[in-house]
């Protein structure tokens, strides 16, 4: 079946510092997703890309859908603690009904 | 609204017992999903359904049963609770490509 990698798996960054992530697949994908997982609570969606080359933001995350359409990356600038979390990657083709899921990168802040 | 809200938080079985956790969206929502999520491998669909009585498998089924009487609920029952299906359970119902989750149930099989 699909499946996507995310690198890296896990990362610790000072507070203030701009932090890098991204996700790869081996199948091309039509919608990426990025969302973020706080411990205890379920994924919340941070955002959704459409279309090969788009870069979107919101607020101090960026996220960029790659131009193969295999890989997408997310940027988070001037990091704060409640950045804090395990960061998901999701794709979804033309032919699915559903969404592939990364296995996450863990992101701490330290102060 | 309340979301997408899942009961219970938290349950410990014993090898071979049986249970349902359950479901229920206010959003008006036609697709609905059940994930489960284990260390270091995201999440993977168990089952999924795109509408009131239309339900189909996803990429681990196997040992879980669902069902879709309404468009809010979409229980999923364990048959036979196993060691290897301790995990922590998310539904989500979305719509277009947003995906709404719930809080998450935490299920130790001892």
């Known amino acids: 079946g699909q499946q996507l990698n995310q690198s890296p798996q896990s990362m610790f960054i000072q507070e203030g510092e701009d932090v890098s992530m991204n996700c790869t697949s081996s199948?091309?994908?039509?919608?990426w997703l990025w969302y973020k997982q706080d411990p205890g609570e379920g994924p919340v969606l941070l955002i959704a890309?459409?279309?090969?080359?788009e870069l979107t933001s919101n607020g101090r995350l960026t996220a960029q859908f790659g131009i193969t359409r295999k890989d997408s990356f997310l940027n988070i600038s001037a990091s704060i603690p409640s950045d804090v979390g395990i960061y998901f990657c999701?794709?979804?083709?033309?032919?699915?009904?559903?969404?592939?899921f990364g296995p996450g990168t863990r992101l701490s802040v330290l102060p | 609204n309340a979301g997408v809200t899942q009961t219970p938080k938290f349950q410990v079985l014993k090898t071979g017992q049986s249970m349902t956790l359950q479901c229920a969206q206010d959003?008006?929502?036609?697709?609905m999903s059940w994930y489960r999520q284990d260390p270091g491998m995201g999440l993977r669909l168990i089952h999924y359904?795109?509408?009131?009585?239309?339900?189909d498998q996803g990429e681990v089924p196997n040992g879980y049963n669902v069902s879709r009487s309404t468009t809010e609920d979409f229980p999923l029952r364990l048959l036979s609770a196993a060691p290897s299906q301790t995990s922590v359970y998310f539904c989500?119902?979305?719509?277009?490509?947003?995906?709404?989750f719930g809080p998450g149930t935490r299920l130790l099989v001892l």
């Open positions: 989500a119902s979305w719509r277009g490509e947003t995906q709404y």
């Open positions: 199948s091309i994908f039509n919608t």
């Open positions: 890309l459409y279309k090969a080359g």
């Open positions: 999701a794709g979804r083709d033309n032919y699915g009904q559903n969404f592939v």
């Open positions: 959003m008006n929502h036609e697709y």
């Open positions: 359904s795109v509408g009131a009585g239309i339900t």
